[in-house]
Every structure is written in structure tokens, then in C-alpha cells.
Nanobody, 117 residues
Framework: QVQLVESGGGLVQPGGSLRLSCAAS????????MVWYRQAPGKERELVAG???????NYVDSVKSRFTISRDNAKNTVYLQMNSLKPEDTAVYYC???????????WGQGTQVTVSS
């Protein structure tokens, strides 16, 4: 069974930066595309950024040029570097695979990101 453990969140002022990590176990990590999702209070979970097995990345428009997704297959870890953070980035951030909902792995606990002055 795949386990996902997200970390790196916290409280940061607008304009600040955070680096999130997601460690995966129980799967051949290098053979899986990975994505970061986020869920803000009262809103549905949304896809934020994705990275293929070959390293191709994509982003939702609202985070382009501010967020960078990367992966380290040797560490079974995917990262999300978040710069120029805005209050609207406040959410719980999760990682998972990009497959349809019925085929996603069990969700981890997520990591809370709060952007506030």
C-alpha cells in the first residue's frame, strides 16, 4: 500500500517562500507521475502542479512563474518550491498521482500552508 507523507508547510508572510516535500513509499516512485493538490477552506481540492516520470512539468495558471515542482527519484520524494506566496495560496497541500479519483492512492495528512501578515 502506498503511503504519502507531506511536510514543509507553515505560516509565512505574503511574498515569502516555502518548500514542500512529499515522501512516497510502497510504490516504484520513478515510474509514477506526481502532482501536488491543495484544498482551501470551503473549496474543492484543486490540482496545482504536476511532473511526469521524464521531468516535464505543468502548473495551474494561478501559480505559474511562482511555484516549481521537482522530484528526486533516489529519495522517492517530490517537492514544491513556492515563491512570492499570496494569501490566496493558503490551503492544505497534498501530493498524489494524477490518475482519476478512483485510482489515486490513499491521501496523506497534507501540510498546512498559511500566508498571512
Amino acid at each position: 500500500q502506498v503511503q504519502l507523507v507531506e511536510s514543509g508547510g507553515g505560516l509565512v508572510q505574503p511574498g515569502g517562500s516555502l518548500r514542500l516535500s512529499c515522501a512516497a513509499s510502497g510504490t516504484i516512485f520513478s515510474m509514477n507521475a506526481m502532482v501536488w493538490y491543495r484544498q482551501a477552506p470551503g473549496k474543492e481540492r484543486e490540482l496545482v502542479a504536476g511532473i511526469t516520470t521524464g521531468g516535464t512539468t505543468n502548473y495551474v495558471d494561478s501559480v505559474k512563474s511562482r511555484f516549481t515542482i521537482s522530484r528526486d527519484n533516489a529519495k522517492n520524494t517530490v517537492y514544491l518550491q513556492m515563491n512570492s506566496l499570496k494569501p490566496e495560496d493558503t490551503a492544505v497541500y497534498y501530493c498524489n498521482n494524477p490518475l482519476p479519483q478512483s485510482r489515486r492512492w490513499s491521501w496523506g495528512q497534507g501540510t498546512q500552508v498559511t500566508v498571512s501578515s
